[in-house]
Structure formats: C-alpha cells, structure tokens
C-alpha cells in the first residue's frame, strides 16, 4: 500500500476516541464506529474534553478544535465504515472471542488492502490473523492512556505480520506524533506484563492490610516518581480491563499472574474505576 488516508476505529471507548482525536490530529480522515449511538457520543465527549484542555493550555487554537472534531466522522454502521479504510484500528473489550469474530467480519468487509490492527493490552496477534486470510495485514496497535498525552506505542508482529505492514505501521504511528516500540507476539508483550505484575501486587498489599491505598500510591509515587500510583492507575485503566488482563496472563504465564480476589470483588460490584464512579477509590 502507497499511503494510509482513512482510519476506521471500533470502539469510541476511552482507547477508541483517543486513537480517533489523535488519527484526526495527525491528518487523518477518521471515522469511529460504535454498536450505539449513545456510546459514540461519549466518546466525542471525551475527545472535545481532552481538545478543551489542549486549547485551554494553549496548545491548540479554537478553529484547529473544530477542524479536529469535524474530520471525525462517528457511525454505528459497521460496512459502511469500513468500505475505504485503509487501516482499521480496533479497540474493543479485551475479549479474545469477540476479538476473533470482529476481525473474521472485518476480513469479509475490508479491501483487501486494508490492514488491521489491533489496540489489544495482551492477547495474540497471531490467533487474530489467523482467522483472517490476510494475516500478514495483522498488526498489535497498542497504544496508552491517555492515548493523546503518552508518546509510546507499543507494535506487536503476529507470526506472519509482513515486513510491508509494519513499514506502514511505523510511518503512521511517526506521523501521529508517536515513538514505536517493535515486540514479538508473546502474551502481555513489553508493557501489559511488567505493569500487571505490579499493579496486582499493590492489590495483593491492599487485600493482605499491609497499608492502605493511599500509602501504597504515595509511597509509589515518591519513592519510585510514578505520575500515579499504583490503586489509582488501576482506576484509571478500568478494573475490567485489568481483571481480563490478569486472567489471561495467568491462563498463559501462570502462578504469578493470578488475579487478586479484591479486583475480582471490586469488578463484580460494579466497581470499575474512575469510569464508574468508584474503584478502589471514590469519584463520585
Ligand atoms: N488530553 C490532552 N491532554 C491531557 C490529557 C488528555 N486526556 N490528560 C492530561 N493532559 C495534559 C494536561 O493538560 C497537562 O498538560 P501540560 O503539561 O501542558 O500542563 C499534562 O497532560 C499533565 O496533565 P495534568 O497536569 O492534568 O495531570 P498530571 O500531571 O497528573 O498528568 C497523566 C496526568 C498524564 C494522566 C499522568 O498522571 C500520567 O502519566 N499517569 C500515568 C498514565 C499511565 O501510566 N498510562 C498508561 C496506562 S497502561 C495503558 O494505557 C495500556 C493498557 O494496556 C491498559
């Protein structure tokens, strides 16, 4: 493929419209698509919170706001999104089911010179090309929260990932302002596996009551200079999410994966973090 124009993302979740404010951004025509209209809409509410900041930093002005916001097209019309895409980047939940079935029906939609990728924290790039005819067009895209303020991206190659592709790849996460960094498909890649261990074992420090959550955040915040500590990254991940993460790191690397009780507890009540309301902590 010459050159990457339009970029379809699935999920206008906070991942999904971070990718999109970033892609518009950057240049790119955009569309983010979602299963309801109300989901989309908070999505864009989350990119003109984010545009606000900028333009209230002074970052950006008022007009490249709305330049930004209207390059942003949102639908919940699956085929339709995808019919020109150049590159598809999906951001759903991390299920590998759900996954699988999405980029079967992307494979069926797409041209065949469209190249998938996807935002997956830890699962395989690889069972996810192999349920496409197009493995060599699949790519891990995985970028961090906040996706317009962090500067890594973390790329994965799948088992038959081509060199081709992650060509395109690097010229378009260059382009969006970002600094790749290349691993191979192994669960949890570079970043999800070191920062699960971690953030499992401050829960493991909360559930055994050898501090609260507030000093172990403190402590990992002065002692280590982490923007956030440990609790309050979690929160900031989603709890969900976390949970997913651990369970299939410990169903792939075992013992040392093995999720806490108390985000399995927190999650159950409902408690997904700061996107709920309520965490560890309480935002409401
Ligand atoms: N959009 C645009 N700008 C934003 C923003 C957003 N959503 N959020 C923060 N900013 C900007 C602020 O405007 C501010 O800009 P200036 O430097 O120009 O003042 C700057 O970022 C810092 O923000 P704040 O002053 O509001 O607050 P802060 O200093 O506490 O930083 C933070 C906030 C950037 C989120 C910081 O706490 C941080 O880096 N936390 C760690 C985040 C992290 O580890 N993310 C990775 C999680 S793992 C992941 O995402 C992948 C996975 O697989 C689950």
Redesign the pocket.
Same mark, same amino acid.
């Given at each position: 493929m010459s050159e990457v124009e339009k970029i379809s993302i699935l999920g206008a979740g906070i991942?999904g419209s971070?990718i999109a404010?970033v892609a518009s951004q950057s240049g790119y025509r955009v569309t983010m698509v979602d299963v309801e209209d109300r989901f989309l809409q908070r999505g864009f509410d989350?990119i003109m919170?984010?545009?606000s900041?900028?333009q209230?930093?002074g970052?950006i002005t008022e007009d490249r706001v709305e330049k930004i916001r209207a390059n942003i097209k949102g639908t919940t019309d699956f085929k339709h999104a995808l019919e020109d895409a150049d590159l598809v980047i999906e951001a759903v939940p991390e299920d590998l089911e759900l996954k699988k079935q999405i980029f079967r029906d992307l494979d069926t939609t797409c041209s065949m010179h469209t190249i998938l990728a996807s935002n997956t924290?830890?699962l395989s790039i690889t069972d996810l090309g192999a349920v496409t005819k197009r493995a060599d067009k699949v790519i891990g895209m995985?970028?961090?929260?906040?996706? #317009?303020?962090?500067m890594g991206l973390e790329v994965i190659l799948g088992a038959d990932t081509s060199q081709d592709t992650l060509e395109v790849i690097r010229k378009v996460a260059t382009k969006m302002g970002k600094d790749p960094h290349f691993c191979k498909d192994y669960p949890g890649f570079i970043?999800?596996r070191l920062?699960n261990a971690f953030l499992n074992e401050a829960f493991w420090e909360l559930f055994e009551g050898i501090a609260s959550a507030e000093d172990i955040d403190r402590h990992c915040k002065q002692q280590f200079r982490? #923007?956030?500590g440990p609790l309050e990254?979690a929160d900031?991940?989603?709890l969900d999410?976390?949970l997913s993460?651990c369970e299939y790191l410990h169903k792939e690397l075992h013992e040392r994966f093995r999720p806490c009780p108390l985000i399995k507890q927190l999650v159950a009540a409902g408690h997904y973090g700061r996107k709920a309301g309520k965490g560890v902590y309480d935002y409401s």
């Open positions: 991942m971070g404010q989350s919170k984010s545009l900041k900028m209230t930093k970052k924290s830890s995985h970028f961090a929260n906040p996706v #317009p303020v962090m970043g999800s920062l982490h #923007p956030m990254l900031f991940i989603g999410t976390l993460i």
